[in-house]
Each structure stands twice: as structure tokens, then as C-alpha cells.
């Protein structure tokens, strides 16, 4: 039932599965009281990274699109994390109002949308979509490849309140990350907007986000004892970067050159043989625009012009200044001998299933969410929140538990990035 995966079954990984299954009631423990004292987000998605020696997250999305590549099987539990999620929104809850991305043309990520739909629908919850392209004046259906239908319809602001005609929603679901900045329709309204405007990537900062996770990542390694390095990704920012006009370059060489030492030095101390890189990447975007490899400084000295092009440049044409230089961590699974890593999906504190993010023409040390990768959803043999009662490590269910730990841990990171991130927490901002 799991789907067959190639992995590096040797070093310091299989001590921290074992250490996690060891430590189960421990480290639910530790959750549990982590979320009496932080707000959960409504749900999220987390890539991971799986070296054989290194397991750790290299991107959160508080906006997650692709609930249509979960396995089916895993729809219940979909459906019960939502109403957990639901309750805490509001008891009385009975319409939302889901407002997706403008990719009217994108029939995988509509899939995406109609599969959220689904989800919230069974959750008990009347639902309907609205859309934020101007051009869309009336109610209008989209046909879907599976045999579904979507309809699309326009918004409409009465003083504080978002409502579609006859349709006065209790809350707001955005699964559109807003890149393109918050438009004033979304602002001040009396209803809740989940997730809050200010986790859209207008605002949001990825080295916010890990900045967060050093803490929770320093906090749980020390719980269960092992080197934190082993589940977080070293990072550093560089600001003010112009590819186009070889702006900033000087500084971004030098931080690759000061990161790669970091990475050699951790690879040394834990008997690594591989090649350290990093990634430099967009500080704010999405969907794997801005990306590119570097393990030589030389590397971004001496980008082409197609490559200062491509890197200048994220979703919506929003011109890249700030970047987020991050260890690079090798996916050493596979599946058919193509590469492969596992993205984990949760709705309020619950995993509910992932999939594997799979690229045939991309290589163990690369950025695989771009054109050409596709997904197999993961046939769990039981939740990954639930490790088997197996003590081999290495059993499927097993390793997905600790997929499962470590996407929590984004989670959480998640969840105090955006606490303090939030422009009406007044604590925050005095400090």
C-alpha cells in the first residue's frame, strides 16, 4: 500500500525515528501543551527534505493547494480535523465563503478547490465560492476534468461585511496566498478571514518563518535529545539584491561562501561525505519561482542573463530585492527511480495525509516544485500520526510518523511567525 521508496537508511535519521517512536507520549505531550499556548493555524502544508542524515522542512505554506493529490482514503480524517478547526472559528458556524487563487485556467489547482470544498461541505458547512477577478460579474460554472463542476461567483462588500448574492457568510477561507498584495475588499471586515490577510506573501517573510522554527526546532531536539541541526536547516538573508543589475551580488556570494563553511563544518562533525549547497530563494513567493542551487559562491557571480531573469522574478511579477539563502538539504527517496520528497498536509493541530512531490528530470540537491513534477499521494498503511506498533524504524508507517513530528514542528513555527507578525498585536508591536 506505500507507495515503493528508495531511501538512506544509514546514520543519524534512523537514531531520530527511533527516538521519536521512543518518545511518542512524551512529544504529544509537549504538543498538546504547546497548543494550549498558541493559536493553530486552519491548515497548512509543509515540504520536507529526507537525506538519510538530515530530516527537515525547507518550506511552509499557510495556504495549501493540493488537497485533490491527498489519498481519498484519508478524507475522514480531512473531515474531522476541519471540524475541530471549525468549533474554534466559530460553534455556531454554518457558511463560508472559500475564496481560491485567480487560476481559472489551472484545472489541477480548481481540483484543488473543489476537494477543500468537499472537505468543509462534510464538515457541515454550507459552502460557496467567490472569486476576486473583476471580469467574473455573475455567477459562472467551470467544468472539471474529473466530471465536477465549480462555480465562481462575484463578491460583494455591504459596510464590513463580504457576502455573495443571498449568501451572508459567518467566515472567510482564503485559499489565495494574496501575492499580489490585500485587496481592499478583504480589509476591515467584521468577519473572520482564515487564514489571517497578514500570512499572505504581501506581508510574509519565509526567514520570519524559519526564524520561529529555530525555536521550536532548538526546544524539541532538546526534548528528545539529539543535535537540533539534525531537523533544521541553517539559513541567512541578504537584502536589497537587484539580479538584473548585479546589485547585492558581492553580499550574496559572501553569505553562500559563510553558510557553505557552516554546512562543512556540521557535515565534518557528523561524518558526512556529501557536498554541501544551499538554496537561494525569493524571501517572500510561492510556487517555486526565484529558486536556484549554489554550492560555490561563484555560482551566483556568475549567473547568465536568462538566470538574473528568472530570478528576478516571482508570482504575479513582483521583482525580487530580499532573498533567504537556506541549507540545502539532499532528498535522497525516490519513487520509480525518479526523485521524490514528501509533503505533509495538516488542518488545525491534525496531519491528515501528504503526498510525494516526484520530478524525473531534476537531481537530489534541486528545487523539485517546478514545471514537469508530479504527485503520488501516500498510501499510508495507517495515519502518519499514528506510528505502527513495528520497531523497525524503518517501517512505512514509522517514518511517516516523523514526517508527521517534524511537519508539526513548521506548524507550530507557523503559528508563533504569525503571531508576531500580527499588525493588531499590540504586545508585538511595543516590543
Not at 25 to 45: D, K, L, M
Not at 96 to 123: C, D, G, K, S
Request: proline content about 7%.
Amino acid at each position: 500500500m506505500v507507495p515503493h521508496l528508495t531511501t538512506a537508511l544509514t546514520g543519524p535519521l534512523l537514531d531520530i525515528e527511533k527516538r521519536t517512536l521512543d518518545a511518542m507520549p512524551t512529544i504529544e505531550h509537549w504538543f498538546r501543551s504547546q497548543w494550549q499556548e498558541n493559536t493553530v493555524p486552519f491548515y497548512c502544508s509543509v515540504d520536507l527534505r529526507n537525506s538519510g542524515f538530515k530530516l527537515a522542512p525547507v518550506d511552509t505554506n499557510l495556504f495549501p493547494g493540493g488537497f485533490n493529490n491527498l489519498n481519498p482514503h484519508f478524507l475522514p480524517l480531512c473531515v474531522l480535523a476541519a471540524q475541530s478547526a471549525v468549533e474554534k472559528i466559530c460553534p455556531e458556524a454554518q457558511r463560508f465563503l472559500l475564496i481560491p487563487e485567480n487560476h481559472t485556467r489551472n484545472m489541477f489547482y480548481l481540483q484543488n478547490v473543489a476537494a477543500l470544498r468537499y472537505i468543509l461541505h462534510q464538515a457541515g458547512l454550507h459552502v460557496r465560492i467567490g472569486t476576486l477577478l473583476p471580469e467574473i460579474t455573475a455567477p459562472t460554472s467551470i467544468d472539471l476534468p474529473n466530471g465536477e463542476k465549480l462555480v465562481l461567483e462575484p463578491m460583494i462588500r455591504e459596510g464590513r461585511r463580504l457576502k455573495l448574492e443571498g449568501f451572508d457568510p459567518c467566515a472567510i477561507i482564503l485559499n489565495n496566498d494574496l501575492s499580489a498584495g490585500i485587496p481592499q475588499i478583504l480589509q476591515g471586515l467584521d468577519q473572520p478571514v482564515i487564514p489571517p490577510t497578514h500570512a499572505g506573501w504581501s506581508t510574509r517573510l519565509k526567514s520570519n518563518h524559519f526564524a520561529a522554527y529555530n525555536e521550536v526546532a532548538e526546544k524539541f531536539a532538546a526534548l528528545i535529545g539529539i543535535d537540533p541541526w539534525i531537523i533544521n536547516p541553517y539559513f541567512e538573508t541578504c537584502s536589497r539584491v537587484d539580479f538584473q543589475a548585479r546589485e547585492g551580488e558581492e553580499c550574496l556570494a559572501g553569505h553562500v561562501a559563510d553558510l557553505l563553511d557552516s554546512i562543512r563544518a556540521k557535515y565534518k562533525e557528523h561524518g558526512i561525505n556529501e557536498e554541501p549547497f544551499v538554496i537561494v530563494k525569493a524571501d517572500a513567493g510561492t510556487y517555486g519561482m526565484g529558486i536556484m542551487t549554489a554550492k560555490s559562491p561563484d555560482d551566483v557571480r556568475e549567473l547568465n542573463r536568462k538566470q538574473r531573469n528568472k530570478m528576478s522574478v516571482v508570482k504575479e511579477g513582483l521583482q525580487v530585492s530580499d532573498v533567504i539563502i537556506q541549507e540545502g538539504v539532499y532528498t535522497f527517496e525516490s519513487i520509480n527511480a525518479a526523485v521524490a520528497e514528501p509533503v505533509v498536509y495538516m488542518i488545525d493541530r491534525f496531519v491528515v495525509g501528504g503526498f510525494y512531490r516526484v520530478h524525473t528530470s531534476r537531481g537530489v540537491d534541486e528545487n523539485l516544485n517546478a514545471p514537469g513534477m508530479h504527485f503520488v499521494p501516500q498510501a499510508f498503511e495507517m495515519p502518519c500520526s499514528m506510528p505502527d506498533c513495528d520497531d523497525r524504524p524503518d517501517a512505512p508507517p514509522n517514518r511517516f510518523y516523523t514526517y508527521g513530528v517534524v511537519a508539526r514542528l513548521a506548524l507550530l513555527a507557523a503559528s508563533l511567525e504569525l503571531s508576531r507578525t500580527d499588525p493588531l498585536n499590540t504586545e508585538v508591536a511595543a516590543a
